[in-house]
């Protein structure tokens, strides 16, 4: 089942984020993390972003896509977003460095290629 144009903005925020996640790590270390409250809170701010836009996906292109881990995806926002005070630094660390790649992967092929400008 292709996406519907709101679907693919909702996938394409999620690919975004995961992909500026990957940019704003590439290299470092969980210490370097830990050190880094600005970076903390920036990849804190991008997996909430991949959640909600995670829960706006329909649920007819969820239930197509379960490759896609839906309810995990969700399920961190809503910890990110509401116990804020409750987050665990090495659970987002091992989001960062065991699924990002994964789920970058699992979105490239499911968002339609932009069409080429006419003018």
Known sequence: MPPDERDSSYLWDMLDAARTIQKFTS???FDTYIDNR???L???REIEIIGEAA???????KDTHAEIPWNSIIAQ?????HEYGDIKHDRIWAVVTDHISELVVKLEPLIPPVPPKTD
Do not use: K, L, P
């Open 27 to 29: 290299g470092v270390t």
């Open 38 to 40: 600005m970076m903390q």
């Open 42 to 44: 920036a990849v804190e």
């Open 55 to 61: 829960r706006n996906v329909s649920v007819q292109f």
């Open 77 to 81: 926002r809503n910890v990110i977003a």
